[in-house]
Protein backbone atom coordinates (compact mmCIF):
# COMPACT_ATOMS: atom_id res chain seq x y z
CA UNK A 1 0.00 0.00 0.00
CA UNK A 2 1.36 3.13 -0.46
CA UNK A 3 1.45 5.19 2.13
CA UNK A 4 1.29 9.65 2.56
CA UNK A 5 4.85 10.35 3.43
CA UNK A 6 2.97 12.74 5.77
CA UNK A 7 2.30 10.83 9.56
CA UNK A 8 -1.26 10.38 10.32
CA UNK A 9 -3.09 9.15 13.17
CA UNK A 10 -1.52 5.48 12.30
CA UNK A 11 1.65 6.74 13.34
CA UNK A 12 0.43 7.60 16.92
CA UNK A 13 0.18 5.44 19.78
CA UNK A 14 -1.02 2.27 19.53
CA UNK A 15 1.37 1.85 16.51
CA UNK A 16 4.29 -0.20 17.57
CA UNK A 17 7.16 2.33 17.30
CA UNK A 18 4.79 5.23 18.07
CA UNK A 19 5.97 6.83 21.28
CA UNK A 20 8.31 8.90 19.64
CA UNK A 21 5.59 10.47 16.94
CA UNK A 22 3.34 10.70 20.17
CA UNK A 23 5.43 12.80 21.87
CA UNK A 24 6.04 15.06 18.80
CA UNK A 25 2.63 15.27 17.93
CA UNK A 26 0.97 16.14 21.64
CA UNK A 27 4.41 18.53 22.42
CA UNK A 28 3.14 20.65 19.24
CA UNK A 29 -0.40 20.36 20.71
CA UNK A 30 0.54 21.81 23.76
CA UNK A 31 3.03 24.65 22.31
CA UNK A 32 -0.53 25.63 20.80
CA UNK A 33 -2.65 25.53 23.56
CA UNK A 34 0.46 27.51 25.87
CA UNK A 35 0.46 30.58 22.91
CA UNK A 36 -3.28 30.27 24.00
CA UNK A 37 -3.38 31.30 26.79
CA UNK A 38 -0.30 33.79 27.20
CA UNK A 39 -2.37 35.41 24.63
CA UNK A 40 -5.92 35.55 26.77
CA UNK A 41 -4.73 37.10 29.75
CA UNK A 42 -3.01 40.01 27.22
CA UNK A 43 -5.37 43.09 27.48
CA UNK A 44 -3.47 43.86 24.04
CA UNK A 45 -5.42 41.19 22.55
CA UNK A 46 -9.40 40.53 21.40
CA UNK A 47 -11.43 39.01 23.83
CA UNK A 48 -13.86 37.53 20.41
CA UNK A 49 -12.99 37.37 17.12
CA UNK A 50 -16.74 38.04 16.02
CA UNK A 51 -18.20 36.17 12.73
CA UNK A 52 -21.19 35.82 11.87
CA UNK A 53 -22.29 32.25 11.85
CA UNK A 54 -22.57 31.60 7.96
CA UNK A 55 -19.38 33.23 7.60
CA UNK A 56 -17.81 31.05 9.91
CA UNK A 57 -19.19 28.23 8.39
CA UNK A 58 -17.69 29.27 4.69
CA UNK A 59 -14.13 30.29 5.94
CA UNK A 60 -13.08 26.90 7.17
CA UNK A 61 -14.19 23.43 6.15
CA UNK A 62 -15.32 22.04 8.83
CA UNK A 63 -16.96 18.95 7.16
CA UNK A 64 -16.52 15.31 7.84
CA UNK A 65 -14.55 12.93 5.32
CA UNK A 66 -13.99 9.36 4.51
CA UNK A 67 -10.35 9.67 4.38
CA UNK A 68 -7.99 10.71 7.24
CA UNK A 69 -6.37 13.59 7.07
CA UNK A 70 -2.61 14.40 7.90
CA UNK A 71 -1.23 15.41 11.46
CA UNK A 72 -0.24 18.92 10.17
CA UNK A 73 -4.15 18.75 8.78
CA UNK A 74 -5.11 18.19 12.29
CA UNK A 75 -2.86 21.04 13.90
CA UNK A 76 -4.45 22.99 11.74
CA UNK A 77 -7.80 22.07 12.19
CA UNK A 78 -6.48 23.06 16.14
CA UNK A 79 -5.19 26.56 15.75
CA UNK A 80 -8.36 27.71 13.58
CA UNK A 81 -10.92 26.09 16.49
CA UNK A 82 -9.19 28.18 18.96
CA UNK A 83 -8.78 31.42 16.70
CA UNK A 84 -12.42 31.42 16.74
CA UNK A 85 -13.22 30.55 20.47
CA UNK A 86 -14.10 33.06 22.93
CA UNK A 87 -11.27 33.96 25.50
CA UNK A 88 -13.22 33.27 28.47
CA UNK A 89 -10.11 34.08 30.17
CA UNK A 90 -9.26 37.06 29.30
CA UNK A 91 -9.37 39.72 32.04
CA UNK A 92 -12.32 41.66 30.22
CA UNK A 93 -14.59 38.75 29.50
CA UNK A 94 -17.79 39.28 31.87
CA UNK A 95 -20.52 37.95 29.59
CA UNK A 96 -21.76 34.80 32.06
CA UNK A 97 -21.90 33.46 35.37
CA UNK A 98 -18.45 31.59 34.41
CA UNK A 99 -15.76 32.81 33.64
CA UNK A 100 -11.58 33.06 33.79
CA UNK A 101 -9.37 30.02 33.72
CA UNK A 102 -7.31 28.78 36.68
CA UNK A 103 -4.23 27.27 35.60
CA UNK A 104 -3.91 24.61 38.32
CA UNK A 105 -7.67 23.70 37.29
CA UNK A 106 -6.59 23.50 33.71
CA UNK A 107 -3.55 20.93 34.96
CA UNK A 108 -6.22 19.54 36.82
CA UNK A 109 -8.77 18.95 33.70
CA UNK A 110 -5.63 17.76 31.23
CA UNK A 111 -4.75 14.70 34.22
CA UNK A 112 -8.36 13.98 33.79
CA UNK A 113 -8.57 13.50 30.56
CA UNK A 114 -5.82 11.39 30.53
CA UNK A 115 -7.14 9.15 32.94
CA UNK A 116 -10.00 9.11 30.58
CA UNK A 117 -12.56 6.98 33.49
CA UNK A 118 -16.03 6.61 34.21
CA UNK A 119 -17.14 7.60 38.26
CA UNK A 120 -19.99 4.61 38.57
CA UNK A 121 -17.31 2.19 40.29
CA UNK A 122 -14.62 2.39 42.96
CA UNK A 123 -13.41 -0.61 40.57
CA UNK A 124 -12.60 1.64 37.44
CA UNK A 125 -11.96 5.62 39.64
CA UNK A 126 -10.60 4.65 42.68
CA UNK A 127 -8.58 8.12 43.77
CA UNK A 128 -11.70 10.05 41.97
CA UNK A 129 -14.59 8.16 43.71
CA UNK A 130 -12.59 9.30 46.93
CA UNK A 131 -11.69 12.55 46.28
CA UNK A 132 -15.77 13.25 45.65
CA UNK A 133 -16.35 11.54 48.76
CA UNK A 134 -13.49 13.82 51.01
CA UNK A 135 -14.75 16.64 48.82
CA UNK A 136 -18.51 16.57 48.97
CA UNK A 137 -17.98 16.24 53.16
CA UNK A 138 -16.10 19.12 53.45
CA UNK A 139 -18.65 21.14 51.33
CA UNK A 140 -21.35 19.32 53.44
CA UNK A 141 -19.35 20.43 56.49
CA UNK A 142 -19.27 24.15 55.40
CA UNK A 143 -22.91 24.64 55.06
CA UNK A 144 -23.15 23.35 58.80
CA UNK A 145 -24.39 20.12 59.00
CA UNK A 146 -22.77 18.15 61.50
CA UNK A 147 -19.53 16.53 60.60
CA UNK A 148 -20.38 16.75 57.51
CA UNK A 149 -23.17 14.08 57.29
CA UNK A 150 -25.21 13.53 54.41
CA UNK A 151 -24.68 12.76 50.68
CA UNK A 152 -24.13 13.96 47.41
CA UNK A 153 -23.21 14.08 43.75
CA UNK A 154 -21.31 16.22 41.31
CA UNK A 155 -23.96 16.37 38.22
CA UNK A 156 -23.45 18.14 34.77
CA UNK A 157 -24.50 22.17 35.99
CA UNK A 158 -26.83 23.78 38.43
CA UNK A 159 -29.85 23.02 35.89
CA UNK A 160 -29.81 19.38 36.67
CA UNK A 161 -28.89 19.30 40.16
CA UNK A 162 -32.09 21.09 40.54
CA UNK A 163 -33.73 18.64 38.83
CA UNK A 164 -32.08 16.32 41.14
CA UNK A 165 -33.38 18.11 44.53
CA UNK A 166 -36.78 17.94 42.83
CA UNK A 167 -36.47 14.18 42.40
CA UNK A 168 -35.56 13.47 45.41
CA UNK A 169 -38.15 15.89 47.17
CA UNK A 170 -41.17 13.99 45.33
CA UNK A 171 -39.53 10.65 46.52
CA UNK A 172 -39.01 11.52 50.07
CA UNK A 173 -42.84 12.50 50.34
CA UNK A 174 -44.27 9.62 47.65
CA UNK A 175 -41.64 6.75 47.21
CA UNK A 176 -43.74 5.29 45.62
CA UNK A 177 -43.74 7.09 42.48
CA UNK A 178 -40.74 5.52 41.28
CA UNK A 179 -42.25 2.53 40.63
CA UNK A 180 -45.85 3.54 40.27
CA UNK A 181 -45.49 6.74 38.33
CA UNK A 182 -47.16 10.14 38.75
CA UNK A 183 -50.35 8.75 37.93
CA UNK A 184 -49.88 7.42 41.85
CA UNK A 185 -49.56 10.67 43.35
CA UNK A 186 -51.88 13.97 43.93
CA UNK A 187 -50.71 16.85 41.97
CA UNK A 188 -47.93 18.53 43.32
CA UNK A 189 -46.83 21.71 43.86
CA UNK A 190 -43.56 23.38 43.81
CA UNK A 191 -42.76 27.41 44.58
CA UNK A 192 -39.54 29.23 43.54
CA UNK A 193 -38.99 33.08 43.34
CA UNK A 194 -40.14 35.24 40.17
CA UNK A 195 -36.33 36.28 39.34
CA UNK A 196 -35.62 31.92 40.16
CA UNK A 197 -33.48 30.20 37.39
CA UNK A 198 -35.53 28.51 34.64
CA UNK A 199 -34.28 25.35 35.20
CA UNK A 200 -36.86 25.15 38.37
CA UNK A 201 -39.36 24.71 35.63
CA UNK A 202 -37.44 22.96 33.08
CA UNK A 203 -36.91 20.47 35.82
CA UNK A 204 -40.80 20.11 36.36
CA UNK A 205 -41.40 19.51 32.69
CA UNK A 206 -38.86 16.74 32.55
CA UNK A 207 -40.33 15.33 35.72
CA UNK A 208 -43.75 15.03 35.28
CA UNK A 209 -44.84 17.38 36.81
CA UNK A 210 -45.27 20.36 34.75
CA UNK A 211 -44.49 23.55 34.58
CA UNK A 212 -47.99 24.67 35.38
CA UNK A 213 -47.33 23.60 39.32
CA UNK A 214 -44.68 25.54 39.65
CA UNK A 215 -46.11 28.36 41.30
CA UNK A 216 -43.75 31.87 40.92
CA UNK A 217 -43.45 33.85 44.37
CA UNK A 218 -43.52 37.56 44.12
CA UNK A 219 -39.48 38.94 44.56
CA UNK A 220 -39.12 42.40 46.34
CA UNK A 221 -37.31 45.61 44.61
CA UNK A 222 -34.02 44.30 45.17
CA UNK A 223 -35.20 40.51 43.51
CA UNK A 224 -35.43 38.84 46.83
CA UNK A 225 -38.50 36.52 47.73
CA UNK A 226 -41.01 37.59 49.46
CA UNK A 227 -42.06 35.03 52.49
CA UNK A 228 -45.70 36.22 52.94
CA UNK A 229 -45.84 35.54 49.49
CA UNK A 230 -44.67 32.21 49.59
CA UNK A 231 -47.07 31.10 52.49
CA UNK A 232 -49.97 32.67 50.89
CA UNK A 233 -49.58 30.79 47.83
CA UNK A 234 -48.91 27.51 49.60
CA UNK A 235 -52.01 27.89 51.66
CA UNK A 236 -54.14 28.99 48.09
CA UNK A 237 -52.40 25.53 46.53
CA UNK A 238 -53.38 23.34 49.13
CA UNK A 239 -57.12 25.13 48.73
CA UNK A 240 -57.07 24.01 45.37
CA UNK A 241 -56.13 20.62 46.50
CA UNK A 242 -52.74 20.69 45.63
CA UNK A 243 -49.71 18.71 47.17
CA UNK A 244 -46.92 21.37 48.27
CA UNK A 245 -43.81 19.27 48.11
CA UNK A 246 -40.64 21.67 47.19
CA UNK A 247 -39.72 25.31 47.63
CA UNK A 248 -36.37 26.52 46.16
CA UNK A 249 -35.23 29.65 47.71
CA UNK A 250 -32.00 31.29 45.63
CA UNK A 251 -28.84 32.08 47.19
CA UNK A 252 -27.57 34.76 44.11
CA UNK A 253 -30.28 35.34 41.52
CA UNK A 254 -28.66 35.20 37.89
CA UNK A 255 -29.96 39.18 37.10
CA UNK A 256 -30.02 40.50 40.31
CA UNK A 257 -27.64 38.32 42.14
CA UNK A 258 -30.26 38.34 45.50
CA UNK A 259 -30.04 36.24 48.18
CA UNK A 260 -33.90 35.09 49.11
CA UNK A 261 -34.25 35.41 53.01
CA UNK A 262 -33.57 31.63 53.91
CA UNK A 263 -34.25 31.45 57.31
CA UNK A 264 -37.40 32.76 56.93
CA UNK A 265 -38.05 30.36 53.83
CA UNK A 266 -37.14 27.52 56.47
CA UNK A 267 -39.78 28.41 58.88
CA UNK A 268 -42.37 28.54 56.40
CA UNK A 269 -40.96 24.92 54.86
CA UNK A 270 -41.24 23.26 58.52
CA UNK A 271 -44.65 24.46 59.56
CA UNK A 272 -45.97 23.00 56.23
CA UNK A 273 -43.30 20.11 56.29
CA UNK A 274 -42.03 21.10 52.49
CA UNK A 275 -38.74 20.31 51.25
CA UNK A 276 -36.24 23.24 51.48
CA UNK A 277 -34.08 23.54 48.91
CA UNK A 278 -31.57 26.05 48.09
CA UNK A 279 -30.42 27.15 44.86
CA UNK A 280 -27.02 28.16 45.39
CA UNK A 281 -24.86 27.93 41.89
CA UNK A 282 -23.90 31.24 42.09
CA UNK A 283 -24.27 32.66 45.03
CA UNK A 284 -23.30 29.03 46.89
CA UNK A 285 -19.44 30.09 46.82
CA UNK A 286 -20.07 33.24 49.14
CA UNK A 287 -20.05 30.61 52.60
CA UNK A 288 -16.17 30.29 51.94
CA UNK A 289 -16.01 33.57 52.73
CA UNK A 290 -16.21 35.03 56.26
CA UNK A 291 -17.04 38.60 55.49
CA UNK A 292 -19.70 37.84 52.92
CA UNK A 293 -21.07 34.11 54.31
CA UNK A 294 -23.80 35.97 56.41
CA UNK A 295 -25.66 36.38 52.96
CA UNK A 296 -27.12 32.78 53.01
CA UNK A 297 -27.67 32.61 56.81
CA UNK A 298 -30.09 29.33 57.60
CA UNK A 299 -29.05 27.50 54.64
CA UNK A 300 -27.47 25.21 57.42
CA UNK A 301 -31.98 23.95 57.46
CA UNK A 302 -32.02 23.24 53.68
CA UNK A 303 -32.46 19.81 52.85
CA UNK A 304 -30.75 19.98 49.93
CA UNK A 305 -27.86 22.84 48.42
CA UNK A 306 -27.04 23.50 44.08
CA UNK A 307 -23.63 24.91 44.26
CA UNK A 308 -21.64 25.66 41.58
CA UNK A 309 -17.38 25.79 41.90
CA UNK A 310 -17.46 26.27 37.91
CA UNK A 311 -19.09 29.60 38.95
CA UNK A 312 -17.78 31.77 41.86
CA UNK A 313 -15.07 29.80 42.29
CA UNK A 314 -13.30 29.79 38.85
CA UNK A 315 -12.81 26.23 38.76
CA UNK A 316 -13.04 25.00 34.87
CA UNK A 317 -16.28 23.96 33.46
CA UNK A 318 -17.93 21.91 34.42
CA UNK A 319 -18.36 21.57 38.29
CA UNK A 320 -21.24 21.59 39.90
CA UNK A 321 -22.36 19.92 43.10
CA UNK A 322 -25.87 18.67 44.88
CA UNK A 323 -25.42 18.35 48.44
CA UNK A 324 -28.13 16.71 50.30
CA UNK A 325 -28.79 16.05 54.18
CA UNK A 326 -30.43 12.89 54.58
CA UNK A 327 -28.19 10.06 54.06
CA UNK A 328 -29.51 7.05 51.67
CA UNK A 329 -31.86 9.00 50.11
CA UNK A 330 -30.29 8.96 46.85
CA UNK A 331 -29.77 5.92 47.25
CA UNK A 332 -33.30 4.99 47.44
CA UNK A 333 -34.77 7.32 45.05
CA UNK A 334 -32.56 6.56 41.79
CA UNK A 335 -30.70 3.19 42.24
CA UNK A 336 -31.50 0.09 39.72
CA UNK A 337 -29.16 -2.67 40.69
CA UNK A 338 -27.52 -3.05 37.44
CA UNK A 339 -26.13 -6.77 37.98
CA UNK A 340 -23.52 -6.29 35.26
CA UNK A 341 -22.12 -2.94 37.04
CA UNK A 342 -22.68 -2.96 40.77
CA UNK A 343 -22.17 -7.15 41.56
CA UNK A 344 -23.03 -7.32 45.09
CA UNK A 345 -20.29 -9.44 46.06
CA UNK A 346 -16.82 -7.53 45.20
CA UNK A 347 -13.89 -8.25 46.94
CA UNK A 348 -14.12 -4.28 48.53
CA UNK A 349 -16.72 -1.96 50.60
CA UNK A 350 -19.56 -1.93 47.91
CA UNK A 351 -20.60 1.69 49.65
CA UNK A 352 -17.57 2.95 47.40
CA UNK A 353 -20.09 2.35 44.29
CA UNK A 354 -21.59 5.30 44.14
CA UNK A 355 -23.03 5.40 40.22
CA UNK A 356 -26.66 4.43 41.35
CA UNK A 357 -27.45 6.81 43.27
CA UNK A 358 -26.94 9.01 40.06
CA UNK A 359 -29.40 9.62 36.76
CA UNK A 360 -26.47 8.88 34.64
CA UNK A 361 -24.78 5.69 34.00
CA UNK A 362 -21.46 7.47 31.89
CA UNK A 363 -20.22 10.19 34.45
CA UNK A 364 -17.62 12.51 33.69
CA UNK A 365 -14.59 13.16 36.40
CA UNK A 366 -15.73 16.32 37.68
CA UNK A 367 -13.79 16.24 40.82
CA UNK A 368 -10.09 15.75 40.54
CA UNK A 369 -10.20 20.35 39.16
CA UNK A 370 -12.14 21.57 42.16
CA UNK A 371 -9.75 18.92 45.15
CA UNK A 372 -6.49 20.26 42.87
CA UNK A 373 -7.14 23.94 42.92
CA UNK A 374 -8.65 23.38 46.91
CA UNK A 375 -5.36 21.89 47.85
CA UNK A 376 -3.15 24.56 45.75
CA UNK A 377 -5.05 27.44 47.58
CA UNK A 378 -6.76 26.43 50.49
CA UNK A 379 -9.90 27.58 51.77
CA UNK A 380 -8.62 31.09 52.30
CA UNK A 381 -7.43 31.19 48.66
CA UNK A 382 -10.46 30.86 47.98
CA UNK A 383 -11.77 33.51 49.87
CA UNK A 384 -9.30 36.00 48.94
CA UNK A 385 -10.38 34.85 45.20
CA UNK A 386 -14.27 35.79 46.22
CA UNK A 387 -13.60 38.73 48.38
CA UNK A 388 -11.50 40.51 45.23
CA UNK A 389 -14.69 39.75 43.26
CA UNK A 390 -16.79 41.58 45.52
CA UNK A 391 -14.81 44.04 46.05
CA UNK A 392 -14.67 45.15 42.36
CA UNK A 393 -18.35 45.10 41.71
CA UNK A 394 -18.84 47.57 44.92
CA UNK A 395 -16.12 49.72 42.95
CA UNK A 396 -18.17 49.50 40.06
CA UNK A 397 -21.26 50.23 42.02
CA UNK A 398 -19.72 53.30 43.46
CA UNK A 399 -18.21 54.35 40.48
CA UNK A 400 -21.76 54.87 38.07
CA UNK A 401 -24.45 55.09 40.89
CA UNK A 402 -24.10 59.20 40.47
CA UNK A 403 -22.25 59.34 37.22
CA UNK A 404 -23.92 61.28 34.47
CA UNK A 405 -25.88 58.77 32.13
CA UNK A 406 -26.10 56.23 34.68
CA UNK A 407 -29.42 54.92 36.26
CA UNK A 408 -28.99 51.34 38.74
CA UNK A 409 -31.67 48.89 37.79
CA UNK A 410 -32.72 48.97 41.84
CA UNK A 411 -31.46 50.94 44.75
CA UNK A 412 -28.68 49.65 47.19
CA UNK A 413 -25.28 47.94 46.95
CA UNK A 414 -25.04 44.86 45.05
CA UNK A 415 -25.55 41.91 47.23
CA UNK A 416 -23.27 39.70 44.78
CA UNK A 417 -21.18 40.51 42.23
CA UNK A 418 -23.93 41.46 39.56
CA UNK A 419 -24.52 45.57 38.88
CA UNK A 420 -27.37 46.13 37.03
CA UNK A 421 -27.50 49.52 34.83
CA UNK A 422 -28.70 51.95 32.27
CA UNK A 423 -26.54 53.23 30.44
CA UNK A 424 -28.43 56.38 28.44
CA UNK A 425 -26.42 58.06 25.50
CA UNK A 426 -26.71 61.95 26.04
CA UNK A 427 -28.98 62.58 23.82
CA UNK A 428 -31.60 60.35 25.29
CA UNK A 429 -30.77 62.25 28.72
CA UNK A 430 -33.29 64.73 28.76
CA UNK A 431 -36.23 63.40 26.48
CA UNK A 432 -39.55 64.41 28.14
CA UNK A 433 -41.95 61.38 26.50
CA UNK A 434 -41.30 58.79 28.95
CA UNK A 435 -42.82 56.08 26.92
CA UNK A 436 -40.76 56.97 23.51
CA UNK A 437 -37.45 57.01 25.86
CA UNK A 438 -37.80 53.61 27.26
CA UNK A 439 -38.86 52.54 23.62
CA UNK A 440 -34.93 53.95 22.54
CA UNK A 441 -33.45 53.13 25.66
CA UNK A 442 -34.65 49.35 25.16
CA UNK A 443 -32.26 49.29 21.60
CA UNK A 444 -29.51 50.64 23.40
CA UNK A 445 -27.69 47.55 25.05
CA UNK A 446 -28.00 45.20 22.42
CA UNK A 447 -26.48 47.83 19.62
CA UNK A 448 -23.59 48.50 22.63
CA UNK A 449 -23.41 44.58 22.99
CA UNK A 450 -22.98 43.80 19.44
CA UNK A 451 -20.61 47.21 18.73
CA UNK A 452 -18.56 45.11 21.68
CA UNK A 453 -18.21 42.19 20.08
CA UNK A 454 -17.05 43.39 16.27
CA UNK A 455 -14.30 44.82 18.05
CA UNK A 456 -13.49 42.17 20.07
CA UNK A 457 -12.96 44.77 23.54
CA UNK A 458 -15.05 42.88 25.96
CA UNK A 459 -18.06 41.46 26.48
CA UNK A 460 -21.20 41.98 29.32
CA UNK A 461 -24.78 40.84 29.45
CA UNK A 462 -27.80 42.50 28.94
CA UNK A 463 -31.40 41.46 29.27
CA UNK A 464 -34.56 42.77 29.86
CA UNK A 465 -36.65 41.84 33.50
CA UNK A 466 -40.58 42.38 33.79
CA UNK A 467 -41.07 45.43 33.19
CA UNK A 468 -38.00 47.07 32.64
CA UNK A 469 -36.47 47.31 29.59
CA UNK A 470 -32.80 46.25 28.16
CA UNK A 471 -30.54 46.68 31.20
CA UNK A 472 -26.44 45.73 31.24
CA UNK A 473 -25.79 43.17 34.09
CA UNK A 474 -22.16 43.46 34.59
CA UNK A 475 -21.01 40.08 36.62
CA UNK A 476 -17.01 39.60 38.40
CA UNK A 477 -16.30 35.89 38.31
CA UNK A 478 -12.81 36.53 36.73
CA UNK A 479 -9.96 36.35 39.06
CA UNK A 480 -7.81 37.82 36.58
CA UNK A 481 -10.01 41.33 36.72
CA UNK A 482 -8.39 44.15 38.25
CA UNK A 483 -9.71 47.77 38.68
CA UNK A 484 -8.29 49.09 35.52
CA UNK A 485 -10.61 46.43 33.80
CA UNK A 486 -13.61 47.97 35.33
CA UNK A 487 -12.54 51.45 34.23
CA UNK A 488 -11.92 50.17 30.57
CA UNK A 489 -15.64 48.35 30.38
CA UNK A 490 -17.53 52.36 31.38
CA UNK A 491 -15.31 54.05 28.96
CA UNK A 492 -15.52 51.09 26.27
CA UNK A 493 -19.80 51.36 26.94
CA UNK A 494 -19.49 55.23 26.51
CA UNK A 495 -17.58 55.32 23.06
CA UNK A 496 -19.56 52.61 21.90
CA UNK A 497 -22.90 54.49 22.59
CA UNK A 498 -22.25 58.10 22.71
CA UNK A 499 -23.90 58.73 19.21
CA UNK A 500 -26.65 56.61 19.91
Known amino acids: STRSPFKTHVD ?9 KTMTFLQEVVDILLAYITESFDRETKVIDFHYPNELLQRNNWELQDEPETLDDILISCRATLK ?10 FNQLSTGLDMVGLAADWLTSTANTNMFTYEVAPVFVLLEYVTLKKMREIIGWEDGRGDGIFS ?14 RFKMFPEVKEKGMSSVPRLAAFTSEHSHFSIKKGAAALGIGTESVICIKADESGKMIPADLERKILEAKQKGFVPFFVS ?7 YGAFDPLIAISDICKKYQVWFHVDGAWGGSLIMSRMHKWKLDGVERANSVTWNPHKMMAVPLQCSALLVREEGLMQNCNQMHACYLFQQDKHYDLSYDTGDKALQCGRHVDIFKLWLMWRAKGTIGFEAQIDKCLELSEYLYNKIKDREGYEMVFNGKPQHTNVCFWYLPPGMRYMEDKEEKKKRLHKVAPVIKARMMEYGTTMVSYQPQGDKVN ?6 SNPAATFEDIDFLIEEIERLGQDL
Open 12 to 20: LLPALDGDL
Open 84 to 93: YAIKTAHPRY
Open 156 to 169: PGGAISNMYAMLLA
Open 249 to 255: ATAGTTV
Open 471 to 476: FFRMVI
